[in-house]
């Protein structure tokens, strides 16, 4: 059982489409990280939330932490075909920086 | 920066063989983390140590792994004997855990195939 649920598992959209994608759990976490993944590489870090209904903003990236830190969202403006990958959401509990990763989201922005 | 290196970067072995896995961290962080990779069970952390000591290895899935931290700048993952449902991707990643951020920096991982 994942303590993350990422949905939906797959997406595919057209170059200039909107999309969000979600990462809920029932756990509170002292903070919540995005990674995007492409594939044969590892995965390379977005954004760190730490406060409820934190938003940040990175160019076309949208990201928000839920009011009582229990999930967030990822919304891109005008997706292109450079943002295709696996976007991961990772929660973690502790003081240690130990994070659980959901199963992701797979993105596919085509021209 | 070099960022996180892992080697080898693909194996291939047979059941029952012995395989190391090999990662250095970047310079100056903190702690270390090994994660195992699979379309079925996505991104799971297996291990991880802050300052070469391990802090918690309750994602190990049995004896036959192992994961040690000698330095600073080294640490190996052992699978003795392995075994084909251990076929995944197996990645490394530093943290820099002085930074309130906690940001993992993955290496490109190794693709293990047992067979």
């Known amino acids: 059982t994942q303590l993350l649920e990422q949905s939906p598992q797959f997406l595919s959209i057209q170059e200039g489409e909107n999309l969000t994608v979600y990462c809920n759990s029932s756990s509170v976490f002292s903070s919540l990280q995005w990674y995007r993944q492409e594939p044969g590489e590892g995965p390379v870090l977005l954004v760190t939330?730490?406060?409820?209904?934190e938003v940040k903003k990175l160019k076309r990236l949208t990201f928000q932490f839920g009011d009582a830190r229990k999930d967030s969202s990822l919304h891109i403006t005008a997706a292109q075909p450079g943002d295709t990958g696996l976007y991961l959401c990772a929660g973690s509990t502790d003081s240690w920086g130990k994070f659980q990763f959901g199963a992701g989201t797979q993105v596919v922005v085509t021209p | 920066d070099a960022g996180v290196i892992q080697s080898p970067r693909h194996e291939v072995t047979e059941m029952g063989q012995e395989v190391t896995l090999r990662c250095k961290p970047i310079?100056?962080?903190?702690?270390l983390f090994w994660y195992r990779q699979t379309m079925m069970r996505g991104l799971e952390l297996l291990i991880y140590f802050n300052n070469n000591v391990p802090i918690d290895d309750s994602g190990m899935p049995e004896d036959r792994f192992s994961a040690k931290m000698p330095n600073a700048s080294f640490s190996t993952l052992k699978i003795q004997p392995s075994e084909p449902r251990d076929s995944a991707v197996y990645f490394c990643?530093?943290?820099?855990?002085?930074?309130?951020?906690?940001?993992?920096?993955f290496g490109p991982g190794t693709r293990l195939t047992v067979t």
């Open positions: 939330v730490v406060t409820g209904g």
């Open positions: 990643a530093s943290s820099p855990t002085s930074d309130s951020s906690y940001e993992q920096y």
């Open positions: 310079s100056g962080h903190n702690s």
